[in-house]
């Protein structure tokens, strides 16, 4: 296997990175850890004729909180890096876990969460925990910035709303009232394998009520998908087992899985069901975990 | 642990030096440096690079082949296929060579060599392969040995009709009066998947033509094997192929077969003149295949009252793939040692292999064992069942036993399966487990074993089977073992060089050892049905003594007992002389020694070079009926191993979370070698019962060949594995010694497929025990159930 020719730039700035997404329109695409483009490229499934380098470029390499807005990190940060970080830790150790259980060390070394979620891969383990916990995407291109629900990123598997001259800048996980959060990936291995069905709950509760729940569900559908009507079922009601058992039963009948050397779409159903319950008792009991 | 077990105890092994210490490895520092070469990191200046033109359709007449856009392309030094080479066909099973170099008719497989192309460098190489056009007319194929032997399917091979490959049809006893006085007799039907070996060293082969001899550097498991087959192919004298192996990347029988790697750098060696580099990527070393047969396996055994197994009817039907290679000798193993394991006299053994248009299957750890061993004893644990017996008891009961032979002709000699058992059971708290554990949690048991080297050549020849020769420096202070015996990552090299230095009572760390090169090295077959500790043991220990014998003689000229108040007067003889470790002396009067270094000199001033030699070959082995020679040996190793489990009853996830392997292996040379083998076994085993399957779409084109989703178990999947050895004594063994490389992994599919159906009550009869199979086994058993009650 081999890299096919390319020309490879490396700007000094977002601007410049968007201008030469779209100078060169098409035959270009960014890229930042490599883990997903460079292997597409050497099975030919992806044969730019230029690759925009973003590993570079500091701006998009923080971790934050701001007062007011909420946790922000950028799009170059590493999986490793967003496991590490202090900041995500101490506010929402779910997604420090979340990245934690992505791929495998080698992977979560190179890969950034930007590109994790620009590859728009159905089974991608960043989204359902960012899109629980309500996080937005700032996207820039060269006619500006827009900011979009992560949610309403994804077209469809490897197919995002970014325009061809677009970036993700950041995400910001806003300042909310949730009290639980976790993420559930189901691989088939302990490391080094894609999740067959991913369940990120977010949970907001007193007094043993739930006051507001999300449900998203990865890699059951060509786009992560938030599991509505599971979500208003349990809103005010009093938790409990049963209660997150009749959930998973809902958010299973909400997704729409294929099937593919990995499982078929009748245990994925299944699947969904077992960790939704499951996600929502870990939200709900354990909090941020 | 602080209970006390009792071991058997028959080796005197605290006597010894060397033999039976966990002696570091010698081929540690170039390890873990990295200064140690394989195959990759070789390079020669003019080498050019090439890669295999393989075929994108699963069964298919070639029509054309169009090479010339690829040989315009700059940097395109030669594109061969079959009307280049010779048409010999070629194999591993003499009475089955069905493979050419190159296609030359038919394409029979998605990834069959059609051709090869060697440029400048790697790009140039992979840009001309995209430009090579090929037309074929498409054939029907057959992808099962179902739809292989179906009426009127597509015939693969004229010379088997029918596609079955192999067809084997043995009885021995008298399995009708077995059947009579059979208290209970049950059936079991299950089947096993196609696996691959998982080494992580594609295979790869460096060739280069001086005059009319050729270097051939290559991935192998055997030197001997290679320069045979290429002597063969090439029309050669064998003197003429010079094979070397740079360190080996693991073989798990992956490599014992002729690749195409070795057959086309030869070729285009020849063709350029300059030396040629054919490597394999990863997903190629799926394509190349020849990993473990995917098995339909029907087990019927009748048994009395207290579980004697009056009689077995055993049937297999194997998933060939295109080719033979080693499949023959694979369908024969699959029956040929059951009874060395249980003792019973009436058994019927019948097999087919079928070939198919998938990648060729052939030989992987345990040969032919794994997949058979898993059914047989998941079959035996439901006839333990169904007479309320435990399970380990009814294996207690049928263990073979020392100093006995099989109906079908094998000398077993040391032979310790019962007492496996018991310390098995005992360190694994086996009996306050089994039926008490919790729903989801399970424990199970699986027995195996496997010969310690085959009892004859894979092709005629009355050949020995290893040679060895040591040679001591001028000065005495430094020896070098040659042997042919290649160490892929075992340890052959090290248990070797311990046994060299035990054999000539000299220094381990003052010696260095000669492999894997036909020039310079001494005969032996390679790494292969585990023969290598026990084989080129035996060969290397003769050789020591050798030296030994010699030094003994010169010494007793040099070493004088004091005048007065030694333990006599007078001239010494070799006799009353012993040496070890670097030093000879008296054995009545140790104060009076010479060092070995010494004495080795004053031998070389007086005789010249001082060397050793040692032949080993195991003598006429086995019965007469046909296929006899599959499952001889001159020793048997035995183990029981035991899994606990613990089954997600919501997604049927297994989780194993503790092992335990007792093995009756002889005498061990390296504990800690033992263990690492032990360790791996556990490892591949569980993997084949849990995760791995190579997976093809309906086309045959191979859907998984990568470690992303052909899944091995991690570190992160492993359990803790309890790794004990029963101390016994093999006497056809150099120091008692048996294998432990394949046998470990026999046992460990049954055990864990055990433990899963005690943890969840529902036999899940095919492999791998995926999630969602069981996930599946549970929900079929519920709904059942559920119409019981109804």
């Given amino acids: 296997m081999y890299l096919p020719d390319f020309e490879y730039f490396s700007p000094d700035s977002v601007e410049e990175a968007c201008q030469l997404l779209s100078k060169y329109g098409s035959k270009a695409k960014a890229i930042a850890g490599g883990t997903d483009v460079l292997v597409k490229m050497k099975s030919d499934l992806l044969a730019p004729e230029v690759l925009i380098g973003l590993g570079q470029l500091s701006p998009l390499k923080k971790i934050e909180y701001v007062p007011g807005k909420g946790v922000v990190i950028g799009s170059g940060v590493t999986h490793n890096e967003v496991r590490d970080s202090k900041v995500i830790q101490e506010k929402y150790m779910s997604v420090s876990q979340a990245a934690h259980h992505m791929a495998n060390n080698q992977v979560r070394n190179r890969g950034t969460i930007g590109g994790n979620i620009s590859n728009a891969v159905p089974s991608a383990d960043m989204p359902p925990i960012l899109i629980s916990l309500g996080a937005t995407a700032t996207i820039v291109g060269t006619k500006g910035e827009r900011t979009l629900p992560l949610e309403d990123v994804f077209a469809g598997p490897n197919v995002t709303v970014l325009e061809q001259d677009e970036i993700i800048t950041e995400f910001v996980i806003p300042d909310g009232n949730f009290t639980g959060s976790t993420y559930m990936k189901f691989g088939l291995r302990a490391s080094g394998a894609l999740a067959v069905v991913g369940v990120a709950a977010a949970v907001q509760v007193e007094d043993g009520v739930i006051k507001d729940a999300r449900i998203v569900l990865g890699a059951v559908s060509p786009t992560p998908v938030r599991a509505k009507k599971a979500e208003s079922f349990l809103k005010d009601k009093q938790a409990s087992e049963e209660l997150f058992a009749e959930a998973g039963v809902i958010a299973s009948g909400e997704c729409k899985p294929i099937s593919d050397i990995r499982a078929s779409a009748e245990y994925r159903k299944d699947m969904v069901r077992v960790f939704t319950k499951r996600a929502l008792d870990a939200a709900v009991n354990k909090g941020h975990v | ?790």
């Fill in chain 2, 1 to 790: 642990m602080s209970k006390e077990f009792s071991y058997l105890n028959l080796n005197k092994s605290a006597s010894y030096s060397y033999v039976g210490k966990n002696l570091k490895r010698v081929d540690m520092l170039d390890k873990v440096t990295g200064r140690g070469k394989y195959i990759d990191d070789l390079k020669f200046s003019n080498m050019l690079y090439a890669k295999l033109i393989r075929s994108t359709e699963a069964h298919a007449r070639i029509i054309n082949i169009d090479t010339s856009e690829a040989e315009k392309l700059p940097g395109v030094k030669a594109i061969i296929t079959a009307k280049d080479v010779p048409s010999i066909k070629y194999g591993l099973s003499p009475a089955r060579y069905d493979e050419n170099i190159f296609c030359t008719d038919t394409v029979k497989y998605y990834g069959d060599k059609i051709g090869a192309i060697a440029a400048i460098d790697e790009e140039t190489v992979y840009k001309a392969l995209k430009l090579i056009k090929v037309e074929y007319e498409v054939l029907p194929a057959v992808f099962t040995p179902a739809e292989a032997a179906k009426e009127g399917a597509p015939q693969i091979f004229e010379e088997y009709p029918g596609n079955v490959n192999t067809e084997i049809h043995l009885e021995f006893g008298d399995v009708e009066k077995g059947r009579q006085e059979a208290y209970h007799i049950r059936t079991d039907r299950l089947s096993g998947q196609r696996t691959l070996h998982g080494f992580i060293e594609p295979h790869c082969t460096i060739a280069y033509w001086k005059g009319k001899r050729v270097h051939v550097q290559s991935t192998h498991q055997s030197v001997h094997y290679l320069q045979h087959h290429i002597a063969r192919i090439f029309d050669m004298k064998e003197g003429d192929v010079r094979v070397t192996l740079p360190y080996v990347g693991g073989g798990f029988g992956g490599k014992v077969d002729i690749s195409g790697t070795d057959v086309a750098a030869v070729a285009l060696s020849k063709i350029t003149g300059q030396p040629v580099k054919v490597f394999f990527d990863l997903e190629e070393v799926w394509l190349n295949g020849r990993g473990r047969h995917g098995m339909d396996m029907k087990y019927t055994t009748g048994v009395t009252k207290e579980g004697k197994i009056v009689f077995v009817e055993a049937e297999v039907i194997l998933d060939g793939g295109a080719y033979s290679g080693l499949g023959v000798a694979t369908s024969y193993y699959t029956g040929s040692l059951l009874n060395v394991l249980y003792d019973f006299d009436n058994y019927k053994f019948d097999a087919y292999r079928y070939v198919t248009n998938l990648p060729p299957c052939g030989a992987q750890r345990g040969h032919g064992q794994p997949h058979p061993r898993y059914a047989f004893e998941s079959h035996l644990d439901h006839i333990a069942e169904d007479l309320g017996m435990d399970p380990i008891d009814i294996r207690i009961v049928n263990a073979r036993k020392a100093n006995t032979v099989t109906p079908n002709g094998y000398e077993v000699k040391s032979y310790y399966l019962k007492e496996a058992n018991e310390l098995a059971r005992d360190v694994s708290g086996w009996k306050e487990k089994k039926g008490k554990l919790p729903k989801g949690r399970g424990i199970g048991v699986g027995n195996g074993g496997f010969v310690t080297g085959a009892g004859f050549c894979m092709y005629r020849t009355d050949l020995p089977h290893s040679i060895g020769m040591i040679k001591i420096y001028d000065d005495g202070t430094h020896a070098i073992v040659y042997t042919q015996a290649v160490d892929i990552g075992q340890g052959s090299d090290t248990v070797l060089v311990q046994m060299a230095a035990e054999a000539m009572g000299f220094p381990y760390e003052d010696i260095t050892i000669c492999t894997r090169d036909s020039d310079l090295a001494t005969l032996d077959y390679g790494a292969y049905a585990s023969r290598q500790t026990l084989m080129a043991g035996w060969a290397v220990k003769r050789a020591g003594e050798d030296i030994k014998k010699k030094i003994l003689i010169q010494a007793a000229e040099m070493l004088k007992v004091k005048e007065d108040g030694g333990y006599r007067s007078g001239k010494l003889m070799p006799e009353e002389l012993d040496c070890k470790e670097g030093y000879v002396f008296v054995k009545q009067e140790p104060a009076v020694n010479i060092s070995f270094a010494e004495v080795a000199r004053a031998y070389f001033v007086k005789h010249g070079v001082l060397v050793g030699r040692g032949y080993y070959h195991p003598g006429k082995l086995g019965g007469s009926h046909k296929g006899a020679a599959v499952g001889t040996s001159p020793a048997y190793s035995s183990a029981t191993q035991i899994a606990e489990v613990e089954v997600d009853m919501e997604t049927g996830e297994t989780k194993v979370v503790g092992t335990w392997d007792v093995h009756d292996s002889g005498c061990v040379v390296n504990p800690q070698l033992l263990h690492g083998q032990v360790h791996g076994a556990f490892s591949m085993g569980i993997g084949e019962t849990i995760w791995e399957k190579v997976v093809f779409d309906e086309k045959g084109k191979l859907l998984n060949g990568n470690f992303a989703e052909y899944r091995m178990p991690t570190a992160l999947d492993m359990p803790h594995v309890e790794s004990l050895v029963l101390d016994t004594f093999e006497p056809n063994g150099p120091w008692g010694v048996k294998e432990v490389g394949e046998g470990a992994t026999t046992p460990t599919l049954g055990c864990v497929a055990n433990a899963v159906y005690d943890a969840i009550g529902v036999r899940v009869t095919d492999l791998p025990l995926t999630p969602e199979s069981i996930w599946r086994g549970i929900k079929e058993a519920e709904k059942a159930k559920e119409k019981e009650g109804k």
